[in-house]
């Protein structure tokens, strides 16, 4: 644990809580603040804009990564340094799978790690996969709020615009892989090395085999369902958080 200010997030030790909640958009730092009392704003260098607050009594930070595995490895190794010790992506995905809607909520049980961050720290025989526990909890929370969500395989990649993006796409979805987005290798493989617990919500903002740009262009203007996908997920990781914290108050998982 370090109390030197972080060159990157921009925070320190006196900044940290025990649990991060990691969205790509710093837009989405300030939706999640709405969900937070007593928050405060921490910093904002570069696509890193953080805060701090309280959830039902537990402090909780938000902390954007930015787009892609180098960015969130970053921001996962300097809030390690500070001492956090529970991190929840929520991002967007696209979905790989017939029957995933806009606004379904993904929860991420291991990534086929189709990048280059993580395999910068070792090889990809190393499995990207989240902490049991706090996976468990990301699923008793959607289920208890009733939210639409699936849970299985994600793929992380680095580029939307490959020349065989198509083939890529239905070839892992052949695979039974659920949909794709190009942060969750890095979090879980970093996470896992660092002793930190990992999970990932993925928000469907484009459905198997629809229009990547307008799909997106759709969420990023705040319209229909995936605006509300947001806000699931959110919650769905605002709630796993409080049931860690007690469950750590009652003696509960301490891996």
Not at 65 to 75: D, L, Y
Not at 139 to 145: G, L, P, R, S, T
Not at 163 to 182: F, P, Q, T
Request: aromatic fraction near 6%.
């Amino acid at each position: 644990m370090s109390n030197h200010l972080q060159p990157h997030i921009r925070c320190s030790e006196e900044d940290m809580a025990n649990y991060a909640i990691l969205p790509g958009d710093p837009q989405r730092v300030e939706r999640i603040k709405e969900f937070l009392t007593d928050a405060r704003e921490i910093a904002f260098n570069r696509e890193h804009k953080s805060v701090v607050g309280y959830y039902k009594g537990v402090r909780i930070m938000a902390v954007s990564t930015g787009m892609g595995g180098a960015s969130t490895g970053i921001a996962v190794e300097e809030l390690h340094n500070i001492g956090v010790k529970a991190m929840i992506r929520i991002g967007s995905c696209g979905a790989l799978q017939t029957g995933i809607r806009l606004g379904d909520l993904i929860i991420v049980n291991g990534a086929v790690r189709d990048e280059g961050a993580s395999k910068a720290y070792i090889d990809d025989i190393y499995p990207a996969v989240p902490n049991t526990d706090l996976l468990n909890k990301v699923i008793d929370a959607a289920k208890e709020q009733k939210f639409p969500y699936h849970v299985g395989i994600g793929r992380s990649h680095d580029s939307f615009y490959t020349d065989r993006e198509d083939d890529i796409d239905a070839y892992w979805a052949k695979r039974g892989v659920l949909g794709a987005d190009m942060e969750t290798a890095a979090l879980f493989v970093i996470g896992g090395l660092r002793g930190v617990k990992t999970a990932s919500i993925l928000n469907t903002v484009v459905e198997y085999e629809g229009n990547l740009e307008d799909e997106i262009n759709q969420y990023v203007d705040g319209e229909n369902a995936v605006s509300d996908g947001e806000k699931k997920e959110i919650l769905t990781a605002l709630e796993a958080f409080v049931a860690m914290e007690h469950s750590s108050e009652n003696g509960g998982d301490k891996s």
